[in-house]
């Protein structure tokens, strides 16, 4: 009973830390422009074919230089993101850049179609399928993996955030962009940083689920679902909120699957967020603005 407990938990971190990888783009983005960017998950895709697509599959290239290209690539792309989607619509009404990240989402899903087929691709990843025992259950050493690198990631960011003059503009510009600019901040070029960095979140995603399923021009459409939906659940515009959220919607999945049914993963899921928003409107970590009469 315990070992299978210690599964389920595990393998739902594991999950969840993909999703909260993803929610992180997401309220990164949204603290600095007040933009949901709905390509987020097809940014996942996109990591995971430039990954194995072009650099494995192709070049042949070692596994850890595969990674690193691959998050410079999709960094660039975020970056150009920015400059090519939000800046020109910056003043427009904020519906034309949202309906412009729906664009692009299908865009790049039938992009994808078009350079790598429509088959999905096999990655065996860092681990392929080696498998560890840990507190007497037997789990795929990737979730570890998943899980290390999302610690690592949150490490990095910390730093990143606290420590570091970009850091502190980027914390700057996501709190009042006008303000900030005012005081010297370049802050196109501070977006365009945090849309490269969103980006790269889920790229690594991407790199990292992939040798647990396919490559396919759609996966990324469910993960982003779900990570939107941690974004909420832990509450928008938190960042906090978006890495607890990911990994509570994570273990949700994986205990309903268990105890219930992976035909309901859905709505075990969405119900229990639909009932913590009954009761924290705001989510865990948000906080609830109140409007003056």
Do not use: C, K
């Not at 519906?95 to 096999?122: D, H, K």
């Not at 459409?221 to 939107?228: G, H, I, K, T």
């Amino acid at each position: 009973m315990l070992q299978t407990f210690v599964q389920i938990v595990l393998v739902g971190l594991a999950v969840g830390a993909a999703y909260s990888l993803v929610a992180l783009g997401y309220t990164l983005i949204w603290n600095a422009v007040s933009l949901v960017n709905f390509a987020q998950g097809d940014l996942v895709m996109l990591g995971a074919f430039v990954s194995v697509g072009w650099l494995a599959n192709r070049l042949g290239m070692p596994l850890w230089l595969n990674l690193i290209t691959m998050l410079v690539i999709l960094g660039i792309f975020g970056a150009a993101l920015a400059w090519g989607i939000y800046h020109p619509l910056r003043n427009a009404p904020q519906l034309s850049a949202i309906v412009a990240t729906l664009g692009l989402s299908m865009a790049l899903q039938n992009i994808a179609v078009i350079i790598w087929g429509p088959q999905p691709l096999n990655f065996a990843g860092p681990l392929g399928t080696t498998s560890v025992h840990l507190f007497g259950s037997t789990i795929y050493a990737q979730y570890l993996v998943i899980l290390a690198a999302l610690a690592v990631m949150m490490a990095i960011q910390h730093a990143l955030f606290q420590h570091t003059a970009l850091g502190r503009a980027m914390r700057a510009t996501a709190q009042d962009a006008e303000a900030a600019r005012l005081m010297g901040i370049p802050t196109a070029r501070i977006i365009a940083f945090i849309f490269a960095y969103a980006t790269m979140l889920a790229a690594l995603a991407g790199w990292l689920i992939a040798p647990l399923s396919y490559v396919s021009s759609d996966m990324g459409v469910n993960l982003s679902l779900r990570a939107f939906a941690a974004t909420i659940l832990g509450g928008f515009g938190s960042i906090p909120g978006a890495l607890v959220g990911g990994l509570i919607f994570g273990v949700i999945e994986s205990a309903g699957s268990f105890y219930i049914s992976s035909e309901y993963i859905d709505v075990i899921a969405f119900g229990v967020l639909i009932a913590v928003l009954m009761f924290r409107p705001q989510g865990i970590f948000g906080e609830l603005e109140l409007e003056r009469p």
